[in-house]
C-alpha cells in the first residue's frame, strides 16, 4: 500500500518533516460540523478510519463515522453506528477504535451513553474490509474494549486492549479477549500513585508478554505502566519525560523494534493541543524529536491514531481543528531524530545561545 510521493505535493506544508511522504484530509465535506477521536486500521482492501462526527462533542446526534481508502482515494463518509435506543432515544457515541484481527475480522469498537462516566462498550465486526457490518455487540456492564488506542494481538492470538474508566475519578486497567470480542477477561486497575489521574493507554509490544502502556494524564507528563505477563498484571505507573497537556496520545512498536509515540509536546500547559508531535524511542524512557506534524498556534491538533502497514510506512490519522480527519503517511527509516532540547518544547532544535 505504498502512498507515490508525489502526491503529498499538493498537500504538503513549507516546512515538512524530513520523512513525510503525503499529507491529506480524509475527507474534504460531511453532513457533520464537528469531528472527533480518529482511528485508523490497514485491511487486505485497504486503509479504513473512523471517527465520531455530529453538531459537537456529547451531542446526542454524535454518530461512528467510516471512510475507506479505495483505488487511490478515500470514499465519503458513511455513518455506521448511532446512539439510538430501543425506546426512540439517541445517546451520543464516542471513541471509535479499529482493529484488523488476524482472523481477517475488521473489529470496530465504540461506546455509546450521555457521558464518559457513564458510557458503555460495543462492538461491531466487517469480513469485507468494512463495507458492511454486523449487529451490534453489547459488552458485559464492567468491560469497555479498548477505550480510545488500538489494541494489539499477542503471539498466542489473545487481544490486549487499553481501556480505563473516568467516574470517580480516572483509573485505568486492561482486558483481554481470545476470540475477538465475543467473550472477556479484565485485569484489576492498574496502581494508582496518582489518585485517579490516569486513562486512555497507547500499547507498545516489547517482546513475548511484554507490553508498555503509555498513559494520559492530568499531571502534566506522559505515565508508563508494564506488562510481563501479557496484560495480567502491569507496575505502578511511573512519568515519562514526555510532556501531557491532558490530552490523547498514540503509540506503535515498530518492526525496527523502535517505539513510535504521537502526542502534543507542549510543556504540560494544561489543555493547549498544538503543536503535535513524533518521538521516537528504542526503550521507552530515552525519547528523541522525529517530526512535528502540526504547530499552528492557538488550534487544535489531538487524539492521534498511528500504525504501521505492511509496506513499512507510518500512517498517523488526528483531529484537525475539529473540523476535519488529518492522515499523514511517514517512512519511518527517513526520519531524522534529535535530542529534545529546545526550552519551548517544540521539538525544533535548538535556539543559538544569547550573546
Request: net charge neutral; glycine share 10%.
Amino acid at each position: 500500500m505504498r502512498f507515490p510521493f508525489f502526491l503529498a505535493l499538493p498537500f504538503a506544508l513549507a516546512a515538512a518533516s524530513p520523512g513525510e511522504v503525503l499529507r491529506e484530509f480524509v475527507y474534504d465535506s460531511a453532513p457533520f460540523p464537528e469531528c472527533h477521536a480518529s482511528t485508523i486500521a490497514e485491511t487486505p482492501g485497504g486503509l479504513v478510519a473512523s471517527w465520531f462526527g455530529g453538531t459537537r462533542e456529547k451531542h446526542p446526534d454524535v454518530g461512528i463515522w467510516v471512510a475507506r481508502h479505495d483505488a487511490g482515494h478515500w470514499s465519503a463518509p458513511e455513518e455506521v453506528a448511532n446512539g439510538v435506543q430501543s425506546d426512540g432515544r439517541r445517546l451520543p457515541c464516542w471513541n471509535p477504535v479499529l482493529h484488523a484481527a488476524r482472523s481477517g475480522e475488521l473489529l470496530l469498537f465504540y461506546k455509546v451513553g450521555p457521558s464518559p462516566d457513564t458510557w458503555w462498550g460495543l462492538l461491531r465486526t466487517s469480513r469485507d474490509n468494512g463495507r458492511s457490518w454486523s449487529a451490534p455487540i453489547h459488552f458485559p456492564r464492567d468491560i469497555l474494549g479498548p477505550v480510545r488506542n488500538h489494541p494489539v494481538e499477542l503471539g498466542d492470538g489473545t487481544l490486549l486492549c487499553g481501556s480505563s474508566t473516568e467516574d470517580g475519578g480516572w483509573k485505568v486497567h486492561f482486558e483481554r479477549t481470545k476470540d475477538n470480542g465475543r467473550n472477556w477477561e479484565r485485569s484489576p486497575s492498574v496502581p494508582d500513585p496518582l489518585h485517579g489521574e490516569l486513562i486512555q493507554p497507547a500499547l507498545a509490544v516489547l517482546g513475548p508478554d511484554r507490553v508498555a502502556a503509555f498513559c494520559r494524564s492530568r499531571h502534566g507528563a506522559i505515565y508508563r505502566t508494564d506488562t510481563h505477563d501479557g496484560g495480567k498484571s502491569w507496575s505502578e505507573p511511573r512519568p515519562t519525560s514526555l510532556p501531557n497537556p491532558n490530552s490523547g496520545i498514540d503509540a506503535v512498536t515498530l518492526r525496527d523494534g523502535r517505539i513510535l509515540l504521537v502526542y502534543n509536546h507542549t510543556g504540560g500547559l494544561w489543555g493547549r493541543r498544538s503543536p503535535l508531535n513524533v518521538a521516537l524511542s528504542k526503550d521507552g524512557d530515552t525519547w528523541e524529536a522525529a517530526a512535528v506534524l502540526e504547530d499552528e498556534p492557538q488550534r487544535e491538533f489531538s487524539y492521534p491514531a498511528v500504525i504501521q502497514t505492511t509496506d513499512g510506512l507510518v500512517h498517523v490519522a488526528y483531529t484537525w481543528k475539529r473540523k476535519r480527519i488529518r492522515h499523514v503517511v511517514l517512512d519511518p527509516s527517513k526520519l531524522e531524530p534529535h535530542p529534545i532540547r529546545d526550552w519551548d518544547h517544540s521539538l525544533r532544535p535548538a535556539r543559538p545561545a544569547q550573546p
